[in-house]
C-alpha cells in the first residue's frame, strides 16, 4: 500500500525534473553548434540567411546580399547577440536556404522526412521485437546452442558495417537475382505515384498505397525496403539482443527470481512477470544509444540504396559544402536524438520506480 | 596438600597445551588448505588433507587425557566436546569434497575452542591465541611444534602484527577482477589477436610487398588511364580498380591509415574521457553536474551527422584545408573525437563513484592526501573495468566509421589507399555485367574483406577481453 501510494505521488515530480533539464542540455547542444559556426567566416555566416532564388550569382550581387545579410541580423554584433538572433531564427522556423536543394533547409527537410520515417518505421519494429525476443531466448538457453547460435549472429551484427552489408545484399539480390532494387520505387509506380488518380495521404508509399487500395504500388513499395531494412536493423539489432541477453542473465541471479521459482511458480510465468519485465530496463534506458546509431546508420544506407530521403540527401548537400544544410541537418538530428532519449528515460522511469527516487 | 594440588595443576595444563597445540595446528592446516584452495588449485596434496584429519583425532585423545583430571561439570563439557569433535572428524574423513571437509575441521577447531574458553581461564592457562593477541612468542615454536615449519598463515599474522607497529601506509588495493590466465586462452581472443597481429605485420611489410611509385607511397600506383577495372594478372596481384590503380598496393598501404585513425582516435577518446570522468566522479556536486550535462549535450550529436558538420566546417571538400600527409582528414579523426569521448567518460565516472565510497579512499583522505594524488594512486589504478574493453571494439569501429566518410566521397582523394575509397569506386562496379553480377568481384571485395576483418579482429579482442575481466556476462 505504501509503495503503491508513493509510487503515483513519485512520478510526477521525477516527470518535471527530467523535463526541467531538457531545456539545459538544449541549450548546452545549441552552444556547442554556436560554437562552431562560430569559427567560421563571416560571409559564410551570412550564408545561414541569404534566401536565394539563383544558384549562380554574380560576385557583386552575392557581395550585396552578404552585405545585406550581415547587417540586418546583426552579425557584426557581438556573439551573445548573434547567438540569441540564430536561436530566434532556428525557433520560428527559418533555418536558412540550401543553394543546393534550391529550397529553404527547413522545407527539405521535411519533404524528404516521410522516405526517412517510412524506412524507420519498417525496420525498427521488427529489430526491436526480434532484439529483445532472441536476447531472452539466448539468456534462457544460456551455453547451449541457441546462445551461442544467437551469440554469433549478433557478433556478426556488430562486426559488419552496414554499408558493407548493403553493398554486399545488393550485388547478390539486385544485380545477381534481380529480386530487389534500390531506390524507393520502379519507375512506373513514380508516375503513378504523382498521377492524379494517386492520393497521398501521409508520404509513406506503404500506407498510401494501402489507402488507394493499390496492392501494385504497395509490393513495390514493399520490394525497395527490405534491403535498406534489414541493413538498418542489422547493427540495431544485434546492440539490443546484447543488452537484453545480459541483463536477463543479471536478473536471473536475483533473490526475487529464486524466491518466485520456489514458490512453485511455473517457469513460464517466473519469465513472463519476474525476469523479462525487469530485463527491458535496460534496454529501454539505451534508447537514445540506439536512436544516435539509427541516425548515423540512416545516413548511410541512405547513400547506398540511392532513397532520397533527409539522410542522404543531407549527406549530398554537405559534399558540395552546403553550409545551411549543415546546420539544419546537425539541430534536426540532436532534436530527435534528445526527445528520444527523453522518451527513453520516461519510459524507463514508468517501469522502474526506484528510478524517480533520485 | 599444596605440591599435590600444584602437580594436579601442573599435569592439568601440560595436557590443556597438547590440546591447544594440536587445535592450533588444525587451525593453521584448515586456514593453509582454505587459501590454497582459493587460489583455484583444488587439486591440493593429499597430505593436507590427511595431516588435518591426523590433528583432528589427536584432539578427540588429548580430551579424553584431559577427562579424569576434570570436575564433574567440567567433565561433562569435555565429554560433549569429545562427542562433537569425534562425529566432526568422522564427517570429514567421509566428506567428498573440500567444502564439505573444511566445514567438519572447522567444527573440531570450534569445539575445542568453546571447550578451552570455557575450561582453560578456570585453570589458569592461558592459550596461544590468547599469547598471540598480547604479543607474546607463542609457545609454538619453543615448545616444539607438531610440524617443522610455520605455515603461511602464521608468517602472515607475524607480518601483520609488525606492520601495525610501523608506519602507517594504506596499500593501493586492485578491485579488478583476477584475470585468469586460462580465460585469456579463449578461441575469440586468440583469433582477434592472430588477425590484428596479421595486420600489424602486413603494416610493417607494406614498403617490401608493395613498394611505392614515387614518393607518396598513400597513392595507389596507375599503370595506365583506363577506365575499366582488369582482373589478377602479374604484376598486379588483386587486378586494377576504375582508373587503372593497383588494388594489392592500396590494400597493404590502406593498414597504416586504418591503424593510423583506429589507434588515435581511440587513444585520445580514451585520455580525455579518464580525464572528465576522473574529474567529474571524484569532486562530483555541482562541477559532477555541469560535466554531466555537457556530456548529455555531446551524446545528443549522432556521431555521423556531427562529423559532415565538422566535414563542412573545416574539412578539405569545404572550407579550410587540414589535410595530413597520410590521406586520412585530420579534420574526420578530430571529429571523431570530439563527439565520441562521452561514453569513456561516463564509464570512468560510474566507477570513480563506487571506488570513492570505498575504505581505502577515505583513508586517504583521513591522512591528508590531497586530491591528485588520490586519484592517481588510488581512484584511477581501480577503474580501468570496461575501458580497454571499449577501447579494444572501438578501435575496429573508427576504421569503419573513416571508411563511411571516404566512401560516401565526402573525404579523402583520387587514388588514395584507404580501404573506403577503394569501395567508393568499387561501388560503381558492384552490379557487374548483364551477364555476371560478380565480373567486378576484385574491386569490391578485397577492400570488404579488410575491413571486415580488421573491425572483426578488435571486435573478438574486445570480446574476449570482457570475458576475461567481467566473467558473469
Known amino acids: ?358 | 596438600m599444596a605440591s599435590a594440588e600444584q602437580g594436579r595443576r601442573v599435569e592439568l595444563h601440560s595436557r590443556l597445551a597438547h590440546l591447544d597445540l594440536y587445535c592450533h595446528s588444525l587451525r593453521l592446516m584448515g586456514q593453509k588448505l582454505a587459501s590454497s584452495a582459493d587460489e583455484s588449485s583444488r587439486d591440493l596434496p593429499r597430505v593436507l588433507y590427511e595431516r588435518s584429519l591426523q590433528l583432528g583425532g589427536d584432539c578427540s585423545s588429548a580430551l579424553r587425557h584431559l577427562r579424569e583430571g576434570l570436575d564433574s561439570e567440567d567433565r561433562r563439557a569435555c565429554e560433549s566436546a569429545m562427542d562433537r569433535v569425534d562425529m566432526a572428524v568422522e564427517r570429514a574423513s567421509r566428506a567428498k569434497g573440500h567444502t564439505m571437509f573444511m566445514v567438519n575441521i572447522w567444527r573440531v577447531v570450534d569445539a575445542v575452542d568453546h571447550f578451552l574458553e570455557k575450561v582453560a581461564v578456570k585453570y589458569g592457562y592461558a592459550t596461544l591465541s590468547d599469547r598471540a593477541a598480547l604479543g607474546g612468542t607463542p609457545a609454538l615454536v619453543a615448545g616444539g611444534a607438531p610440524f617443522d615449519r610455520p605455515f603461511g598463515a602464521y608468517e602472515r599474522a607475524a607480518t601483520a602484527r609488525r606492520e601495525v607497529a610501523g608506519p602507517i601506509s594504506i596499500p593501493v588495493l586492485r578491485t579488478l577482477p583476477r584475470w585468469r590466465a586460462r580465460r585469456l586462452l579463449n578461441p575469440g581472443l586468440l583469433l582477434g589477436t592472430v588477425l590484428v597481429l596479421g595486420f600489424v605485420a602486413l603494416a610493417i611489410a607494406a614498403p617490401m610487398i608493395a613498394p611505392p611509385q614515387g614518393d607518396d607511397p598513400y597513392t595507389m600506383p596507375r599503370s595506365s588511364y583506363r577506365v575499366n577495372p582488369e582482373p589478377p594478372r602479374p604484376g598486379h596481384p588483386l587486378g586494377t580498380t576504375e582508373g587503372s590503380y593497383d588494388i594489392f598496393h592500396g590494400l597493404v598501404w590502406g593498414t597504416h591509415v586504418a591503424f593510423r585513425i583506429g589507434l588515435s582516435v581511440t587513444a585520445a577518446r580514451l585520455i580525455i574521457g579518464l580525464a572528465v570522468g576522473l574529474v567529474s566522479g571524484y569532486y562530483g556536486g555541482w562541477l559532477d553536474a555541469i560535466i554531466m550535462r555537457t556530456t548529455d549535450a555531446f551524446l545528443a550529436f549522432p556521431i555521423v551527422p556531427a562529423t559532415l558538420l565538422m566535414l563542412v566546417f573545416f574539412g578539405p571538400m569545404g572550407l579550410s584545408r587540414i589535410a595530413s600527409a597520410s590521406g586520412v582528414d585530420s579534420i574526420i579523426i578530430i571529429a571523431l573525437i570530439l563527439f565520441g569521448w562521452m561514453q569513456y567518460a561516463r564509464l570512468v565516472r560510474g566507477n570513480v563513484l563506487l571506488e570513492r565510497s570505498k575504505q581505502y579512499v577515505e583513508a586517504a583522505v583521513a591522512i591528508g592526501a590531497r586530491a591528485p594524488r588520490i586519484i592517481w594512486r588510488h581512484v584511477l589504478p581501480n577503474t580501468p573495468q570496461g575501458l580497454f574493453v571499449l577501447a579494444a571494439s572501438d578501435i575496429g569501429a573508427m576504421v569503419v566509421l573513416g571508411a563511411v566518410f571516404t566512401f560516401l566521397g565526402l573525404s579523402g582523394r583520387a587514388g588514395l589507399a584507404d580501404w573506403g575509397w577503394m569501395l567508393n569506386i568499387g561501388r560503381n562496379w558492384i552490379i557487374g555485367t548483364p551477364t555476371n553480377a560478380f565480373q567486378y568481384w576484385y574491386t569490391y571485395l578485397p577492400p570488404i574483406a579488410a575491413i571486415v576483418l580488421f573491425s572483426m579482429g578488435w571486435n573478438l579482442i574486445g570480446d574476449g577481453l570482457r570475458d576475461v575481466v567481467d566473467p558473469r556476462v
Not at chain 1, 114 to 124: D, G, I, N, R, Y
Open chain 1, 1 to 358: 500500500m505504501l509503495a503503491g501510494s508513493g509510487k503515483d505521488s513519485a512520478l510526477i515530480p521525477y516527470v518535471l525534473r527530467r523535463l526541467l533539464v531538457l531545456p539545459v542540455i538544449i541549450f548546452l547542444v545549441t552552444i556547442i553548434l554556436f560554437a562552431l559556426m562560430w569559427q567560421l567566416p563571416i560571409g559564410l555566416r551570412a550564408r545561414l540567411y541569404i534566401p536565394t532564388t539563383s544558384r549562380f550569382l554574380l560576385p557583386d550581387e552575392e557581395a550585396l546580399l552578404v552585405e545585406r545579410a550581415i547587417r540586418l541580423h546583426g552579425l557584426d554584433k557581438p556573439w551573445p547577440i548573434q547567438y540569441a538572433n540564430w536561436l530566434r531564427a532556428v525557433a520560428t522556423g527559418n533555418w536558412g536556404y540550401s543553394p543546393t536543394w534550391q529550397q529553404p533547409v527547413l522545407e527539405g527537410l521535411l519533404q524528404r522526412a516521410p522516405a526517412t520515417a517510412e524506412l524507420v518505421l519498417v525496420s525498427m519494429v521488427p529489430c526491436a521485437l526480434l532484439g529483445v525476443g532472441l536476447g531472452a531466448l539466448a539468456a534462457r538457453h544460456r551455453g547451449r546452442f541457441p546462445d551461442h547460435a544467437i551469440r554469433a549472429a549478433t557478433f556478426l551484427g556488430w562486426a559488419l558495417p552496414s554499408f558493407i552489408l548493403g553493398l554486399m545484399l545488393m550485388n547478390v539480390f539486385y544485380a545477381w537475382l534481380g529480386w530487389l532494387p534500390p531506390e524507393r520505387l520502379s519507375v512506373w509506380a513514380g508516375v503513378v505515384i504523382h498521377s492524379d488518380e494517386f492520393r497521398s495521404y501521409t508520404g509513406l508509399h506503404t500506407v498510401d498505397a494501402l489507402l488507394n487500395l493499390d496492392l501494385r504500388i504497395l509490393w513495390d513499395a514493399i520490394r525497395h525496403l527490405i534491403l535498406p531494412a534489414i541493413c538498418l536493423a542489422f547493427a540495431e539489432w544485434a546492440l539490443l539482443a546484447r543488452i537484453m541477453r545480459s541483463s536477463m542473465l543479471d536478473v536471473l541471479r536475483q533473490d526475487y527470481v529464486t524466491t518466485a521459482r520456489s514458490k512453485g511458480a511455473p517457469e513460464g510465468q517466473v519469465f513472463s512477470r519476474h525476469v523479462r519485465r525487469n530485463a527491458l530496463l535496460p534496454v529501454i534506458s539505451t534508447g537514445g544509444v540506439a536512436v544516435s546509431m539509427l541516425v548515423s546508420g540512416i545516413v548511410v544506407i541512405e547513400s547506398v540504396f540511392n532513397i532520397n530521403g533527409v539522410g542522404s540527401a543531407a549527406a549530398e548537400a554537405m559534399s558540395g559544402s552546403d553550409v545551411p544544410v549543415a546546420v539544419g541537418f546537425a539541430v534536426f538530428t540532436c532534436v530527435a536524438t534528445v526527445v528520444a532519449s527523453l522518451v527513453a528515460d520516461l519510459l524507463y522511469a514508468v517501469a522502474d520506480p526506484r528510478v524517480r527516487l533520485y
